[in-house]
DNA sequence: CTGTTAGCGCGTTCAG
DNA sequence: CTGAACGCGCTAACAG
C-alpha cells in the first residue's frame, strides 16, 4: 500500500572508484605520501601513516592495478598456459603452481591451448600485453617461449621441455617411469608389450618411449613395431587405433603412457569383454582418481604432480629476483604403484 | 674448436616492447593515426591504414593492456570466482564460460575461494583492482556481490543464488531433480531413502533438500529426520558421519546431493562391503566421468553443466551490452540418468 | 619525513 | 582525414 515499487530508485549508486589522491586529500597530504603509506615503500611519519591507512580503509580503496603496472612496467600477473585444463593432471599442475604464487602475493592467470602452437602463441602474446613478469607452461611449439624470452619475460617449462634456449624447467624421470612400467609387466611374463603414446617431439612422451626401450631390453625382450602406438594428439579416431594395435599385435600387457590414454584403452578393453589382468593387463602414467575407483584398480606409474606445479613456481619466483642465475632444471622421481590391473600372463 | 663458448654472449636482447609511439615514428603518422588505425575506430585513410599495419606487424607491436585499460577505464578480463577448480564441476563450468567469452574476445581470469566467504571478497578485490567489467560466481557470501555491484562491476551468479540486490542468474531446476532422484528411489520400492547434503544456505541444496521433501511426500512416504545428513563445508569427519547416517538411519537407498558426496558414499559404501544396489541403492547429483566407469555405473541426476557456463557467459555479455536491461534468471532443466546403482529394494 | 614534478602507453577530444 | 594536447592513476626522482 505504501511505497508503490518507484522506478527502482536508479539503486546503481556506481560509486567513482577510490584513487589514491581522493585518500590523499582527505587525509591532508599528497599522493605520493599516500603511495608510500599504502604500499610501505619510503619514509611515512607514524602519524600520517595511520591516518592514511584509516582513511583508505573507510573509503574501501582498491587499488588500480592498471595504473601501478604501467608506472611499473610489469604487473603482478603471473601466466600458466597448460594443454587442457579439463585434464585433471594439468589442473593440479596449475594447483600447484597457484599455492606457491598467492604466498607470494602474485596472481595466476592460466589459459589453455588445445595443445595448438598457434594457441599457446595467442596465450604468450595475451601475457606479454598484460606484461606479465613471467609464465610457467607445458610447451607445445617454441615460438611462444622465444617470443616470450625476446621480450625479457621469464619462462619456467614444467612437465616437459622444449625450448632452444636454455631456460628453467622442472619435469619427471619420464625414461625411469617407463622403464619400470616395462618391467613391472615383463617381470609377470609378459612378452608382449605394447605401448601406447602420443606422437608428438615432447621430451615427456619421447622419455618414456625411451624407458620402454629399454626396459624390453633389460627383459631380453625384443621390440616389435606392431606393439607401439603413438596416437596424433587430436585423432578423432584414437580408439579404432587402439582397436588396430590390439587385434594387429595381440599383446597381453599394455603401457599407456598417460592418464586419458590410459582411460581410452580401459574403455576398449571392457567394450570388448576383455578380462583386465585376465586377458591384458593394463598400467597406465599419471595416477588419478577414477583409476583406484575401478575395478580392478589400475597399477599406474604415478608422478608428484602438484608438487611439480609448486616447483615449477618456485623456479619462477627465484628466477623473477635473480634474472641472471644459470637456470635450473629438477627433475622428479616418479612411483610405480602396483594394483590389480596386472598380473601374470597366462598366454 | 672455434668459437668457445662466449661468456653467453649476454644473448637476452631484452628489447623494449614495442608502443604505439614506435610504429607511428616508423609510418611517418602520429600515435593518435595509428591507435585508430590498428583498432578500427575511427577515420584513416586506406593508405595509412596499410602502413600502420604493416609496421605493426613487421615490429610485433602488442598493445599494453595496463595503458589502454587506465584509459579506458574498463579491461577485457572477464572475473571468474568458483568453489574449487580441482572439482569436475566447476572445471566444466568454468570451460563453458570461456568458450563463449573468447568468441566475444574477452579474456577469463578463474580464481577459487574455497566457499570461504573471505576469499571470495578477496577475489572481488582483485577484479575490482583490474577493472574487469563483469564477474560470474557461484555465491558463497554476498558480500562480494555486492562489493562489486556498489562499483558498477556486472555480477552473475551461476549454479546457485544469494544476493539480496536482484542480478543475473542461470540455476539448475534443483527441486525438480531432487524429486526426480527421489521418486525414482521410491518407485523401486525403497521406504527408507536417505537424503545427504551440504549445510549451507545456498538455494542449490535448498533445492534439492526440498525437492527430496517433495519427491517423499508424492509417494506417500514420511520424512524422518534420521534420513537426512547435511554436511558442514568443510567437515573433516565426513565419511564418519556417513557411516553414522548408515547406523542410525539404515537407509536402502540414498541421494547424495553433489558429486563428491556421492563419491564418498560410494567409498564407505564399498569399504563396508555393502553391496550396491543389493544394499543400498544409490543416486548421485552432477554426472562425472567416474560414475560410469565404476561398476555398478552410478544413476544419477544429471545437469547441463557446460551449458550453464556458456549461458552466464551470455547473460554477462548482454549485461555489459545493456547495463539497464532488468535482471535475468534462466533455470535450466537436470534429467534423470538411470544406470546400475540403484534397483529394487528387498528389505 | 614530505610535496612537486614528471611520465608510464594509450585513446579521446577537438581543431584544423 | 589527421595531429596536438590531455589525462586515466600511480610511483620514482628529486628537492626541500
Same mark, same amino acid.
Given at each position: 500500500?505504501?511505497?508503490?515499487?518507484?522506478? *527502482? +530508485?536508479?539503486?546503481?549508486?556506481?560509486?567513482?572508484?577510490?584513487?589514491?589522491? *581522493?585518500?590523499?586529500?582527505?587525509? @591532508? %597530504?599528497?599522493?605520493?605520501?599516500?603511495?608510500?603509506?599504502?604500499?610501505?615503500? !619510503?619514509?611515512?611519519?607514524?602519524? /600520517?601513516?595511520?591516518?592514511?591507512?584509516?582513511?583508505?580503509?573507510?573509503?574501501?580503496?582498491?587499488?588500480?592495478?592498471?595504473?601501478? %603496472?604501467?608506472?611499473?612496467?610489469?604487473?603482478?600477473?603471473?601466466?600458466?598456459?597448460?594443454?587442457?585444463?579439463?585434464?585433471?593432471?594439468?589442473?593440479?599442475?596449475?594447483?600447484?603452481?597457484?599455492?606457491?604464487?598467492?604466498?607470494?602475493?602474485?596472481?595466476?592467470?592460466?589459459? @589453455?591451448?588445445?595443445?595448438?602452437?598457434?594457441?599457446?602463441? +595467442?596465450?604468450?602474446?595475451?601475457?606479454?600485453?598484460?606484461?606479465?613478469?613471467?609464465?610457467?607452461?607445458?610447451?607445445?611449439?617454441?615460438? /611462444?617461449?622465444?617470443?616470450?624470452?625476446?621480450?625479457?619475460?621469464?619462462?619456467?617449462?614444467?612437465?616437459?621441455?622444449?625450448?632452444?634456449?636454455?631456460?628453467?624447467?622442472?619435469?619427471?624421470?619420464?625414461?625411469?617411469?617407463?622403464?619400470?612400467?616395462?618391467?613391472?609387466?615383463?617381470?609377470?611374463?609378459?612378452?608382449?608389450?605394447?605401448?601406447? !603414446?602420443?606422437?608428438? *617431439?615432447?621430451?615427456?612422451?619421447?622419455?618414456?618411449?625411451?624407458?620402454?626401450?629399454?626396459?624390453?631390453? %633389460?627383459?631380453?625382450?625384443?621390440?616389435?613395431?606392431?606393439?607401439? /602406438?603413438?596416437?596424433?594428439?587430436?585423432?578423432?579416431?584414437?580408439?579404432?587405433?587402439?582397436?588396430?594395435?590390439?587385434?594387429?599385435?595381440?599383446?597381453? @600387457?599394455?603401457?599407456? /603412457?598417460?592418464?586419458?590414454?590410459? +582411460?581410452?584403452?580401459?574403455?576398449?578393453?571392457?567394450?570388448?569383454?576383455?578380462?583386465?589382468? @585376465?586377458?591384458?593387463?593394463?598400467?597406465?602414467?599419471? *595416477?588419478?582418481?577414477?583409476?583406484?575407483?575401478?575395478?580392478?584398480?589400475?597399477?599406474?606409474?604415478?608422478?608428484?604432480?602438484?608438487?611439480?606445479?609448486?616447483?615449477?613456481?618456485?623456479?619462477?619466483?627465484?628466477?623473477?629476483?635473480?634474472?641472471?642465475?644459470?637456470?635450473?632444471?629438477?627433475?622428479?622421481?616418479?612411483?610405480?604403484?602396483?594394483?590389480?590391473?596386472?598380473?601374470?600372463?597366462?598366454?
Amino acid at each position: 500500500m505504501s511505497a508503490s515499487p518507484q522506478p *527502482d +530508485e536508479q539503486r546503481s549508486p556506481v560509486v567513482e572508484p577510490v584513487t589514491l589522491a *581522493d585518500i590523499a586529500r582527505e587525509a @591532508g %597530504t599528497s599522493a605520493s605520501t599516500a603511495s608510500r603509506a599504502l604500499n610501505g615503500r !619510503g619514509y611515512v611519519s607514524e602519524a /600520517a601513516r595511520g591516518r592514511l591507512l584509516a582513511v583508505a580503509d573507510r573509503l574501501g580503496y582498491v587499488p588500480n592495478a592498471s595504473a601501478r %603496472t604501467l608506472k611499473q612496467r610489469r604487473s603482478r600477473v603471473v601466466g600458466v598456459v597448460v594443454s587442457d585444463l579439463g585434464n585433471q593432471f594439468y589442473a593440479t599442475l596449475a594447483a600447484g603452481i597457484e599455492q606457491v604464487l598467492r604466498e607470494a602475493d602474485y596472481q595466476m592467470m592460466v589459459l @589453455g591451448d588445445n595443445s595448438e602452437a598457434a594457441e599457446e602463441v +595467442e596465450g604468450a602474446r595475451t601475457f606479454l600485453a598484460m606484461r606479465a613478469p613471467g609464465v610457467i607452461m607445458t610447451p607445445v611449439g617454441g615460438d /611462444a617461449t622465444e617470443l616470450l624470452r625476446q621480450q625479457g619475460v621469464a619462462v619456467v617449462e614444467v612437465d616437459r621441455r622444449l625450448a632452444d634456449v636454455e631456460c628453467d624447467a622442472v619435469v619427471i624421470d619420464n625414461e625411469r617411469g617407463g622403464r619400470e612400467a616395462t618391467l613391472h609387466l615383463a617381470g609377470l611374463g609378459h612378452r608382449r608389450i605394447a605401448l601406447l !603414446g602420443v606422437e608428438t *617431439d615432447w621430451t615427456s612422451d619421447a622419455g618414456r618411449l625411451q624407458g620402454y626401450r629399454t626396459g624390453l631390453r %633389460t627383459a631380453s625382450l625384443p621390440f616389435d613395431e606392431r606393439l607401439v /602406438a603413438r596416437m596424433p594428439l587430436h585423432a578423432p579416431d584414437t580408439e579404432a587405433r587402439i582397436e588396430a594395435l590390439l587385434d594387429e599385435g595381440a599383446p597381453t @600387457g599394455i603401457f599407456a /603412457a598417460n592418464n586419458t590414454l590410459a +582411460e581410452q584403452v580401459w574403455r576398449v578393453l571392457r567394450r570388448r569383454g576383455l578380462r583386465i589382468p @585376465g586377458d591384458v593387463s593394463l598400467v597406465g602414467f599419471d *595416477d588419478v582418481p577414477w583409476m583406484e575407483m575401478v575395478e580392478p584398480a589400475i597399477t599406474v606409474v604415478e608422478q608428484p604432480t602438484l608438487e611439480l606445479g609448486r616447483r615449477a613456481a618456485w623456479l619462477l619466483l627465484r628466477r623473477l629476483n635473480g634474472p641472471t642465475l644459470p637456470p635450473a632444471v629438477e627433475i622428479l622421481q616418479p612411483r610405480l604403484v602396483v594394483r590389480g590391473s596386472t598380473g601374470p600372463a597366462n598366454g
